[in-house]
């Protein structure tokens, strides 16, 4: 039973509640659909900007090490 006075953005934090492992799996799976999305932007950019895709191929290299 929802309780009056709960209201707004109270019942929505209680309704958004999740325990951390439900946590750690949505942002397991934002982060690999960021990756997707961030693979289909260097492709597309590999293809109309080939310079700019090298440079920040390399960018992105140097930050993995």
Same mark, same amino acid.
């Given at each position: 039973? $929802?309780?009056?006075?709960?209201v707004?953005? =109270?019942?929505?934090? @209680?309704?958004?509640f999740i325990n951390? =492992?439900?946590m750690? $799996? @949505?942002?397991? =799976?934002?982060l690999?659909?960021?990756?997707? %999305?961030v693979?289909?932007l260097l492709?597309s950019l590999?293809k109309q =900007?080939?310079?700019?895709?090298? $440079? %920040?191929?390399q960018i992105?290299?140097a930050?993995?090490?």
């Amino acid at each position: 039973e $929802i309780m009056p006075s709960l209201v707004g953005s =109270e019942m929505c934090i @209680r309704d958004r509640f999740i325990n951390r =492992e439900q946590m750690k $799996i @949505r942002i397991s =799976e934002l982060l690999q659909h960021l990756q997707q %999305v961030v693979i289909q932007l260097l492709g597309s950019l590999q293809k109309q =900007e080939p310079m700019k895709y090298l $440079i %920040v191929h390399q960018i992105t290299l140097a930050i993995q090490q």
